[in-house]
């Protein structure tokens, strides 16, 4: 893993959150986007070197909702830049981590991504997250 990628967090709206962080951040959402796969929409912040994204669901089923629904807003996870994603992949199995999704998949900001379970990482969902090629 080279960096933390970005910051995930949980929101109701982003109508109500994006202003929100626009404030606290003294900058504006750079960029938007919707994951139908993961029936969310996204805003993407940069602070320096740090990325935030908001996540609000688009489905009352969807992950992002239920996870409000069970923990209220707020931090959702943690992505870790990756060089290579099979690489990764392989290292973390054979490390003994089980994950949520093992194939990567398309997510917001031309990534490829894929999640580790929180029950064995203290209870924080870590991403994966690699530049998609050949866009």
């Known amino acids: ?12 709206s982003l109508d109500i959150s994006v202003p929100l962080f626009e404030k606290l951040l003294n900058t ?14 996204t805003a993407f912040f940069r602070s320096g070197d ?7 669901s688009t ?17 959702h996870h943690i992505a870790f830049d990756v060089e290579d994603m099979d690489a990764e992949i392989k290292r973390l199995k054979a490390e003994g981590f089980v994950f949520i999704d093992e194939t990567p998949k398309p997510g917001a900001d031309n990534k490829l991504v894929c999640f580790l379970h929180p029950k064995q990482t203290n209870g924080v969902l870590i991403e994966l997250c690699a530049e998609r090629k050949g866009n």
């Open 59 to 75: 489905d009352p089923s969807g992950v992002i909702a239920r996870f409000i629904e069970k923990k209220g807003e707020g931090l």
């Open 28 to 41: 504006s959402c750079y960029k938007t986007e919707e994951v139908v796969s993961e029936k969310v929409n």
């Open 50 to 56: 740090t990325k935030l994204e908001l996540l609000e």
């Open 1 to 12: 893993m080279q960096k933390v990628e970005h910051i995930g967090i949980a929101v109701k």
